[in-house]
Nanobody, 128 residues
Framework: VQLVESGGGLVQPGGSLRLSCAASGFTLDYYAITWFRQAPGKEREGVSS????????SYADSVKGRFTIFRDNVVNTVYLQMNSLKPEDTAVYYC??????????????????????WGQGTQVTVSS
């Protein structure tokens, strides 16, 4: 039972990446998902959240308009499409799952110790 992130890599500023968060051993149907990131020397921060049905999403101000979170429960995966990447987006990106009926904004800015599952992280490096 685990979450597995993929899709990270090295990209030039202005480029795009799509991260995937796939569940193994359980269904994501009832789980809200938050993408977090942590850069070297910085605290972990919430990037984006999506509710279990995908009817509510939330974004950190720093990524609003550039990142899009969406999910496909048929393939048990949540995605983070990242466009117009900047060097300051460089970080390890993690996805985490929690069963909740809260709105996405409340999930993203809520406590991080409520999450039941965490992925191992995928490195995103934005550099020329």
């Amino acid at each position: 039972v685990q979450l597995v992130e993929s899709g990270g890599g090295l990209v030039q500023p202005g480029g795009s990446l799509r991260l995937s968060c796939a569940a193994s051993g359980f269904t994501l149907d009832y789980y809200a998902i938050t993408w977090f990131r942590q850069a070297p020397g910085k605290e972990r921060e919430g990037v984006s959240s999506i509710t279990s049905r995908g009817d509510s999403t939330s974004y950190a101000d720093s990524v609003k308009g550039r990142f899009t979170i969406f999910r496909d429960n048929v393939v048990n995966t949540v995605y983070l499409q990242m466009n117009s990447l900047k060097p300051e987006d460089t970080a390890v990106y993690y996805c985490a799952a929690v069963v909740t009926t809260a709105k996405a904004r409340d999930i993203m800015f809520g406590p991080s110790d409520v999450y039941e599952y965490w992925g191992q992280g995928t490195q995103v490096t934005v550099s020329s």
